[in-house]
């Protein structure tokens, strides 16, 4: 076990550490290839080191862009984890981290394009100083290669009358170069994490942006403005003889003039795979929209919480993955993304929606959630469902005890979770290792329990029916309350039934004391694997995280908590 | 689209122009590029657009995420008044920040970020959004004796709380206004 948990905490450090090798050994190769290659010596000499920064940076750019696309083309890492026995465990769970390495490469890409602009920038003033009237002399010859019929050019800046913006304006490098970036600045700026929240669909719209990007990188190369001597030429001209003769090279026969290419765009080569990757990820997407999705009950519960049961066929899921959602009477080119909340077992799958920005409001007033009169099921409108994806809670049940912790809204995969756990134990009568789970649920609203709170309490009656009550043991934590509550909850503290949810177990006020909680369950079963899943916010993530530290113990045969955050 | 707040992505929008034009200004006059003085105004504008734009205007709906430290700024800011406050203002600064910096290779991609921020955020001001700091919560002293309630008016026997909160508050200022006590619900002596 310990060896299974040194692998889950190293596998993310093992990519990252991978990834970062692979461009620092691309940067570096191509930039000692630049530095020595014979071919684009007297580039050099006009461009200096920024030719091989620009290359070098080039080079990982074309990598990280063919990357980009990988993490988030999530249909294929769905097959990934479902096909390959590799690809459970800490490997599957590796998977589910697909934006944060989408992230950590979106972040390579900024800081190699930062590299590769600057040095452009300074390859652009150089090419012009190649033309001043006081350039040097191999300066001055090298830069008037092509003025003659038969004489490929070097230096693509022509004439010192002009500007090097002018310059960088009228080659199709240039200009793509430009639109390139910008399309990069656009998407990261509408990427923030502030963004993110307050405004999804802006973020949604400006990252397709992407599409511009793309195109822009595949023709960028095409200018060949990087000019390197051609095989043929280096044969005939001895660069470590002819340098220095630059006045012979029209006349002599020992140093013709150099001829000169440029190279071949590579960009599309790298990103060729990946792209047709995502647009069968789009096409895929498509096909699942005109598929036909039934929609067969709609509830509308209190502080704004839709939950829509949906049936579609061959749909299969697992508890935990999430779907994208689109409703084209409200929005033809929006997806969003929602945690199911039904259990695999039953035969729909459902969502709960809770009414948090313009799209998800529309949705709620569409299905007659904001007190019209009750819609026949048949007028409802449309609604289109690519998915499932993610990773699934199903290591839950591999442990022998399972703490599950969630914040708000970050309940919802528990819900999938919980009711998948009750068909499992109640219809199948036995569970693999599971023998006990402790479910925390920290809210600030009172109103947010109520669809989880009937949850809740058909788990406890049908666990106590079959005399399995011990299975779940759950604490529900209020951190909110105005005095007319704290008064009310003061009042009726002595009845059996918990004033606010109607539940056998109180509920509990402020936040929970981890410490003690910890103690407590280490206490209770010492020397078994205890598994902790949480859903929420950092900073308890950072704390839950010590806790699991702390009480698990030296011995190997003591107890452990094994800390699993995911990403819902 | 309907309430999104466009000033929130002017924000990230013009904060990151400033940057991209110190950085090219810096490459500019660090490499005494041909008119290179464009490069050392972008750096003086680039600097000023930051101080301007690192604190954060407060959203409409919802909580802002503070940038760290940025309520040192958002003093000086504010300070400013309806120039700072007013994005029509902001929209036509950039612009004209962004004009100078185009002459030079290094920072015309400052410039052309620049002068999409403006216009995000002429777009801002047309739908009436304006900057508003985002203030500190003044501390609340615990005030010593403030949350004791005032004690009962009527003697004992004394209904519960829900018959307590019956009368209307006319009703409760009459009785306790003047005049004898007047219990709300009778009060029978069970001596026999």
């Known amino acids: 076990m310990m060896v299974y948990w040194i692998l889950s905490e190293s596998v993310p450090i093992m990519v990252v550490l991978s990834w970062l090798s692979v461009n620092v050994y691309l940067f570096i190769d191509t ?208 660069v470590t003889f002819c340098r220095d003769r630059y006045a012979e090279w029209q006349a002599a026969a020992l140093c013709p003039v150099p001829q000169f290419s440029g190279k071949e765009p590579s960009a599309w080569k790298w990103a060729l795979g990946p792209v047709v990757l995502y647009a069968c990820e789009r096409i895929i997407r498509f096909w699942r929209f005109q598929q036909k999705v ?33 409703c084209p009477s409200i929005s033809s080119l929006e997806w969003h993304p929602f945690t199911l909340t039904s259990a695999p077992q039953e035969d729909f799958f459902s969502v709960h929606i809770r009414a948090a920005g313009d799209w998800t409001e529309a949705l709620l007033k569409a299905f ?20 499932p994806f993610g990773g699934s809670l199903m290591d839950v049940f591999h442990y022998h005890v399972s703490v599950c912790i969630a914040t708000g809204i970050g309940v919802t995969p528990f819900a999938s979770l919980l009711k998948s756990l009750w068909y499992e134990c109640c219809e199948s009568q036995s569970l693999p290792e599971l023998s006990k789970v402790y479910f925390y649920w920290i809210c600030r609203d009172a109103g947010a329990f109520e669809w989880f709170a009937d949850l809740l309490l058909s788990l406890e009656t049908r666990m106590s029916e079959q005399g399995k009550a011990h299975l779940l043991s759950y604490r529900i934590f209020l951190t909110g309350w105005d005095e007319n509550q704290a008064i009310h909850i003061a009042l009726h503290w002595d009845e059996s039934l918990d004033v606010i949810t109607g539940l056998k177990q109180k509920t509990f006020f402020g936040r929970p004391n981890w410490n003690d909680e910890f103690k407590q369950i280490a206490y209770d079963h010492p020397s078994s694997r205890i598994g902790v899943f949480f859903c929420g916010p950092k900073t308890m993530s950072k704390t839950l995280q010590k806790m699991c530290h702390l009480y698990s113990s030296a011995d190997p045969r003591g107890v452990h908590f094994y800390y699993n955050k995911e990403h819902f | 689209m309907g309430q999104i707040e466009w000033a929130m992505w002017a924000n ?181």
């Open chain 1, 31 to 238: 930039f000692c290839w630049y530095t020595k290659e014979e071919a684009y010596f007297y580039t050099r000499v006009i461009l200096g080191s920024t030719l091989a920064w620009a290359r070098a940076s080039a080079v990982c750019l074309n990598f990280n862009c063919m990357l980009i696309l990988l993490p988030v083309s999530r249909n294929f890492i769905s097959l990934v984890r479902g096909t390959s026995m590799c690809c459970r465990g800490p490997w599957g769970r590796q998977l589910d981290k697909n934006l944060k390495f989408h992230k950590l490469v979106a972040y390579g890409i900024a800081v190699n394009a930062a590299i590769h602009i600057v040095a452009h920038w300074f390859n652009m003033e150089r090419y012009h100083l190649g033309q001043a009237k006081d350039a040097g002399g191999l300066l001055a010859a090298l830069s008037k290669l092509g003025n003659a019929p038969n004489e490929s050019y070097l230096n693509p800046v022509r004439t010192w009358y002009t500007s090097t913006t002018t310059e960088l304006l009228i080659t199709v490098s240039g200009t793509t170069g430009l639109v390139i970036s910008l399309a990069l600045i656009l998407i990261m700026t509408s990427s923030s994490e502030f963004i993110r929240q307050s405004s999804y669909e802006l973020f949604w719209y400006t990252h397709h942006v992407f599409i511009v990007f793309f195109i822009s990188l595949a023709i960028h190369g095409g200018g060949r403005i990087v000019r390197g001597q051609t095989p043929e030429s280096l044969q005939l001209h001895n």
């Open chain 1, 294 to 326: 039934v929609i067969t009950k709609v509830v509308s519960h209190p502080s704004a919480v839709l939950e829509l049961c949906m049936k579609k066929h061959d749909f299969k899921m697992a508890p935990g993955q999430y779907i994208f959602i689109q």
């Open chain 1, 368 to 387: 007659g959630a904001e007190g019209q009169a009750r819609q026949e099921l048949c007028s409802m409108p449309r609604l289109a469902v690519d998915g």
């Open chain 2, 12 to 192: 990230e929008q013009a904060l990151a122009s400033g940057l991209i034009l110190i950085t090219g200004g810096i490459v500019a006059t660090a490499g005494r590029f041909t008119q290179w003085y464009f490069g050392a105004y972008s750096i003086a504008a680039g600097v000023l657009i930051c101080l301007l734009e690192y604190p954060r205007g407060k959203r409409k709906k919802g909580s802002t995420m503070e940038r760290c430290g940025q309520k040192y700024l958002t003093t000086v800011v504010k300070l400013f008044g309806p120039l700072t406050r007013n994005y029509y203002v902001r929209a036509v600064l950039h612009f004209l920040l962004s004009v100078p910096a185009g002459f030079l290779l290094a920072t015309i991609l400052g410039t052309v970020c620049l002068v999409i921020a403006s216009v995000i955020y002429l777009l801002a001001a047309i739908r009436g959004e304006q900057w508003t700091p985002i203030e500190p919560k003044p501390k609340e002293r615990p005030q010593v004796g403030g949350t004791i309630k005032q004690p009962p008016t009527n003697p004992p026997p004394r209904p519960p709380v829900e018959a307590r909160k019956k009368p209307s508050v006319d009703e409760e200022e009459a009785a306790s206004a003047g005049g004898p006590q007047v219990n709300p619900i009778p009060v029978t002596d069970e001596v026999v």
